[in-house]
């Protein structure tokens, strides 16, 4: 096995090439594709709407159950209706997501955003009435968002060109 030095490592690399030698190594021709897909095809965004979602939501669900405290609810009251925001969500991934074209995927995100959003805003007017809209939003939002960026990332990943599952996981990983 022969030594190369950085130099020729460098080169390479410029050419997309991986040395024989080290069998651990990532071919940078898959990386530069990988990156090619995620920011020329709009993938980027929904990653991006994809983990402010997942963060508003977690935030969500931590004020649904102080604001439930505040108001009064006692554990198992707050863990119903955070068990129902989640019930709701599994009913519309079930009855809405999953009859979605997979071309719909990109704009069943931005709403689910939209349900997210009003979410939030519900918990500002803290009232039993508006905790329970902001639970039932919450859980529509989830269950619009998670599975329809997952469709919609793994679509536009494979659209330039191979429509194959391995691209997709390589997108969606």
Known sequence: MSQRSGEEYKVMIERHQTPVEDPRSVPTSHLSELDERVSGSGTAGLLFATGSFRSAQNMAQTTLSLLGVSLGFNGASIGALA?????IAVLTMLLVTAHLATSSAQRAVFVGLLFMTASLVSFLAPSPVMLLVGSL?????????????????????SSGGERSRAS?????A
Not at 138 to 154: F, R
Not at 168 to 172: E, I, Y
């Open 137 to 157: 939003l919450l859980g529509i939002a989830g269950g619009l968002v998670l599975p329809s960026a997952a469709t919609a990332i793994g679509n536009l990943a």
């Open 83 to 87: 068990a129902g925001s989640n019930l």
């Open 168 to 172: 997709r996981g390589r997108a969606l």
